[in-house]
């Protein structure tokens, strides 16, 4: 199927064919019927990518700042890895959309095959020919529907939001700063609760085309001569009850001139992409008034739990959630309380989507609405795209399931040159993620079905997907009998983990996991110098704070920081004393979130030796984030962040010092592939694995049990 994209480094845009999306569990496949063009959102982003780095930089300090932070912790390698990767993507275009649904996921029950649906969301929604989209950001149409028009649900869901923060009452008065399509469509919402709606904007057309069709009751050009007392005058004296800015500006007139209009306690809301810094006095200080911020489509966005997993609010306590306010605009729509006809100024067939972008970007004529037809007639097929002219096949046959930031930046580019080594496909989430990865790193294909990836001429499957289907795949993967490659965790159920073991036992196959920190340079030199007696060891990590929302901390995705992050280091500490863990207590200190990620870990291992994991999200960021000490007859060994390791014996300290950070992602992915080019075994072995993926629902039981020492 096709998609159009476009590479924020060289700001090129091309419609491409790319692999069909996944349908995953709660979502539904769209073919698109219209999607529409947000000249604001896309028009920005369109606009930075065809400027210079340079330029980028600017308009971007705040990624600019991240980059100088991981150069400082990473070095030049990865930070390099990190930015082009960056630069190089695919990245998809659009967020509003309608369509009709060709597929429906696991546990949806609400959409059928067949039905009309409007879709919301980046990332989803695109500028595509299909689309998957969560249950909670598609809405189910009326069979009769005007498909053009309902593909400015997003648009719509984000005014409704606006107006409902204004929250007015009938009768009373608001003002509508900046008349493009946001400001036209609260515009329209307004008129339509009974509201008196007056409308500015910067440009006379703008005005003229919201006075022509009825938009608003008033319309008035920024500069036009007294215009505070022609809004006082259209208000009986009292002023504007609301004011809803739904401009785009670095200016501050907007703010301060929404404070002039308003009434006395009167509200202001934040629609579009302003400055907030308005000036206290005369009017915010002495009228009382209440500035508020209008979230994109309402209650739910960015909640993982609504719009990932599916999980509606209350409607008796969460009246309107951004699914509602997409189906009251639906409902103004099909109803005929408003009327957008007049919105969409200029429609473009979707293989000519570049030309309408060059109408955004170089504003070559007046636009309002951009709307991309698509082809209905057309089928789209769940093919692989090949992506060389190869098909040789070698020892190792590499496939990846998940191909994200770190699998870019740590696994793919440390995939070995060998003749015997081929890279056959690649499946990701995102059509356009799988198809840059297999062009970039040179795999034959990338796919849109797990069978084309689990099929006979990958014998080696690298798993770099979130947490949650890691046990999953590794299963499915043992199943087709493959060797596997899987980013930690191993799984996250402990029913996955015996599953995994029992199919293993009976496997001739071998299982990896992405310990890398073992491999580091520093580590093997610190472990030569231990020799084979028991050691007392301490792992202390300044994790820093990842926030509850975050994927990572929810525990049906991406199952805690346990199973996430310490299972690296209960991995590290199991390799430098040489033997496995057999007892552990953990104890984290309370927060009020319950994520249990500032905590400490006592290890007992099978050889005597004692480890303390020091796991701590609540420190300062300018701390190192990784500090290891290692004791053992009379020898100390201490790593700093793994760019630096000092050895204590007898007669002078010994330093090794690298110039970038190393923790060993290179040398582990080598010994990986060396491993079954050779003999068919892996660096670590399966009962280490077992046995830290084992202590990590050990840790999570002794904290539940205030500390008991559990046996693993």
């Given amino acids: ?16 064919e790319v692999p069909y999306p996944q349908l995953g569990k709660g979502m539904v496949i769209v073919k ?11 028009g920005s982003t369109v606009q930075a990518a065809r400027k210079s780095l340079i330029g980028k930089a600017k308009e971007r300090p705040q990624q600019v700042k991240q980059v100088i932070d991981t150069l400082k912790k990473q070095g030049p390698i990865q930070t390099y890895r990190a930015v082009m990767k960056k630069l190089d993507a695919y990245s998809p275009l659009g967020y509003s959309c ?23 969301g980046a990332g989803y929604a695109n500028h595509a020919e299909i689309v998957a989209i969560p249950v909670n950001l598609c809405v189910k149409l009326d069979e009769n529907s005007n498909m053009k028009n309902a593909a400015y649900n997003t648009l719509g869901a984000i005014s409704m939001q606006g107006v409902r923060q204004a929250d007015l009452r009938l009768g009373e008065s608001c003002v509508v700063i900046g008349l493009g399509l946001l400001g036209q469509l609260a515009s329209l919402i307004l008129k339509a609760s009974g509201v008196t709606v007056i409308g500015i904007d910067v440009s006379d057309s703008a005005v003229k085309q919201a006075v022509d069709n009825h938009a608003v009751d008033i319309g008035l050009t920024r500069n036009a001569a007294g215009i505070e007392e022609q809004i006082l005058n259209a208000t009986n004296g009292i002023g504007a009850d609301a004011v809803i800015i739904a401009a785009a500006t670095s200016s501050l007139d907007p703010i301060n001139f929404a404070g002039a209009i308003a009434r006395k306690r009167g509200k202001v809301v934040v629609l579009g992409a302003v400055p907030t810094g308005f000036d206290r006095d005369p009017f915010w200080y002495r009228k009382e008034l209440e500035l508020k911020m209008a979230c994109s489509y309402g209650p739910g966005r960015y909640d993982l739990n609504y719009e990932e997993k599916g999980i509606d609010y209350p409607v008796a306590y969460v009246r309107w959630t951004e699914k509602r306010n997409m189906e009251a605009f639906q409902s103004l729509l099909s109803s005929e309380k408003i009327n957008i006809d007049y919105l969409t100024t200029h429609e473009f067939d979707f293989n000519d989507a570049k030309k309408a972008f060059d109408l955004v970007v170089e504003k070559s004529e007046p636009y309002t609405g951009i709307a991309l037809k698509y082809d209905t007639s057309k089928s789209a097929s769940k093919r692989i795209i090949k992506t060389s002219e190869s098909e040789s096949l070698g020892e190792v046959n590499i496939s990846f399931i998940g191909a994200g930031s770190y699998a870019q930046g740590n696994l793919l580019p440390n995939i070995p040159e060998h003749k015997d080594v081929k890279k056959i496909g690649v499946l990701t989430n995102t059509g356009t993620t799988s198809k840059r990865v297999a062009e970039k790193f040179k795999f034959q294909f990338c796919a849109s079905q797990e069978s084309d990836i689990l099929n006979e001429n990958t014998n080696t499957v690298f798993i770099a ?3 949650d289907s890691h046990g999953p795949y590794v299963l499915k993967a043992l199943q087709s009998d ?5 980013e930690k965790p191993l799984c996250l159920k402990e029913e996955e983990l015996n599953n995994i073991v029992e199919l293993k036992n009976k496997s001739n196959k071998t299982v990896m996991i992405g310990f890398n920190r073992r491999f580091s340079p520093l580590t093997k030199k610190l472990k030569k110098s231990l020799g084979n007696n028991p050691v007392s060891m301490i792992y202390r990590i300044n994790a820093g704070a990842i926030p509850k929302d975050n994927w990572i901390q929810d525990m049906e995705i991406g199952g805690g920081r346990i199973h996430g992050e310490v299972c690296h280091f209960i991995d590290y500490l199991t390799f430098i004393n040489g033997s496995l863990p057999t007892k552990v207590s953990a104890h984290a200190i309370p927060d009020a979130n319950q994520l249990n990620d500032t905590l400490n870990v006592l290890l007992q291992f099978a050889n005597g030796s004692t480890g303390v994991i020091a796991y701590y999200s609540n420190g300062s960021k300018s701390l190192t984030k990784e500090y290891i000490e290692v004791f053992s007859s009379g020898v100390s060994g201490v790593i700093h962040d793994f760019k630096e390791l000092k050895l204590y014996g007898k007669g002078k300290p010994k330093k090794k010092k ?14 990986y592939i060396n491993g079954l080019l050779n003999d068919g075994k892996t660096p670590i072995s399966f009962d280490e694995v077992v046995a830290v993926t084992k202590t990590c629902f050990a840790i999570i039981e002794s904290i539940k049990r205030g500390g008991k020492q559990i046996e693993i």
């Fill in 482 to 486: 493959k060797h596997v490659f899987v």
């Fill in 1 to 16: 199927m096709q998609q159009l994209t476009q590479k924020l480094g060289s700001g090129d845009m091309v419609i491409q």
């Fill in 658 to 671: 690298l110039l970038n950070q190393n923790k060993g992602q290179k040398e582990m992915v080598e010994a």
């Fill in 32 to 42: 698109n019927h219209f999607s529409i063009i947000s000249a604001g959102t896309e």
């Fill in 98 to 120: 309608a369509g009709e649904v060709v597929e429906v996921g696991e546990g949806v029950t609400e959409f059928e095959v067949g039905d009309k649906v409007a879709c919301a």
């Fill in 465 to 467: 997907t979130r947490h």
